[in-house]
């Protein structure tokens, strides 16, 4: 999971149209099987988001908008996360601070 800690900004930040900089609010889960489910939960248990990844061998990677399963922004603090694919399962935790 990259980047660990995510520094996040102020929502109302504009987009960078531009190739450098900040650019779009994403955490990245890379190196992944072909086919996983990953679950993202907060440190009470509760879960947050569920993304499914389907891809090719040769794409590894997942990107989260950092926003729950009703569209809302993620607040600030320590998450955990499993990966569960055919191949096993995969556990570890990541910060969204300010």
């Known amino acids: 999971v990259y980047p660990n800690p995510y520094v996040s900004t102020n929502v109302q930040e504009p987009s960078n149209p531009f190739n450098e900089g900040r650019g779009e609010r994403r955490i ?31 794409d590894g990677t997942e990107n989260w908008d950092l926003r729950n399963r009703d569209g809302l922004n993620v607040a600030y603090g ?21």
């Open 28 to 58: 990245t889960f890379n190196h992944l099987p072909d086919r996983c489910t990953i679950r993202i939960y907060t440190l009470r248990g509760d879960l947050v988001e569920t993304l499914e990844h389907n891809a090719g061998i040769d």
């Open 78 to 98: 320590v998450y955990l996360y499993h990966v569960d694919s055919p191949y096993g399962e995969k556990t570890g935790r990541f910060a969204v601070i300010k």
